[in-house]
């Protein structure tokens, strides 16, 4: 057997254990007493909302929840990095928020910025995501196109592990951004944001459980009902209470 053979069929090996992981989370988060879920939602968000290295965060990447995919909330968090303060100001030092939108079925999703709720419509998956130019018609910022480097990434999962292993569910989008993203700020020469993954009880796995492919991207921090876990080196040298 020749070594792109055994590459070939290694990959396999890691795409039939993914499916078999995903079916598994699946079925679990299904079964997710509602209650306990909503419950869930609060405290993760709280715990990020409280926590210092989001604080800090001046531009911050996040995904906007779907609850049919049972993916942790993040309703109320975009929703205190978008709403003004009393006096009229931002949360904490204004934060320039990007959320992203599918491009296509090619693994192709873009981070627009957005500085209202509103800016935000359902796609036809019923997810929602911003329209590529605002009300007045303008071209919204796109991340990549950014001049300032981002501090922070909120991200979905279906499951993750205590050695940073991240499964998505199947689409690469993530993976395939995240990667572009990581060459960009090496060309740019700019620190690597923090990659913090938003994950209910159900989805943390044990060290090393879920397969990795090279095209997998692992997180630096999971944010679970229990409190933050850092896992790189980057995360606990930012994340220090």
Avoid at 27 to 46: A, F, G, V
Avoid at 171 to 188: Q, R, V
Wanted: net charge neutral; charged share 25%.
């Amino acid at each position: 057997m020749s070594n792109n053979d055994q590459e070939a069929d290694n990959l396999e090996s890691v795409f039939k254990q993914k499916r078999i992981i995903r079916s598994n989370v699946r079925q679990t988060l299904k079964s997710m007493d509602p209650s306990l879920r909503s419950q869930e939602d609060d405290i993760i968000q709280s715990i990020v909302l409280e926590a210092p290295w989001f604080k800090s965060s001046k531009r911050l990447c996040a995904y906007t929840s779907c609850s049919a995919l049972r993916e942790v909330d993040t309703s109320k968090l975009l929703s205190q990095i978008l709403s003004p303060a009393p006096d009229g100001s931002k949360l904490q030092t204004a934060k320039k928020l990007y959320v992203p939108r599918v491009e296509d079925k090619n693994s192709n999703m873009r981070m627009f910025n957005i500085s209202r709720i509103d800016d935000l419509v359902a796609n036809s998956m019923n997810i929602l995501e911003p329209a590529s130019v605002d009300a007045d018609g303008n071209t919204r910022e796109d991340v990549m196109h950014a001049n300032d480097p981002v501090d922070l990434f909120i991200l979905p999962g279906l499951a993750f592990d205590r050695s940073g292993r991240r499964l998505g569910r199947g689409g690469g989008y993530y993976d395939t951004f995240l990667k572009n993203y990581k060459e960009l700020a090496k060309e740019k020469n700019w620190r690597l944001p923090l990659f913090v993954a938003l994950s209910y009880s159900v989805q943390i796995m044990d060290e090393e459980v879920i397969p990795v492919t090279p095209n997998d991207v692992l997180v630096d921090a999971l944010v679970s009902p229990t409190g933050v876990i850092p896992i790189t080196s980057a995360a606990l040298g930012r994340m220090k209470p």
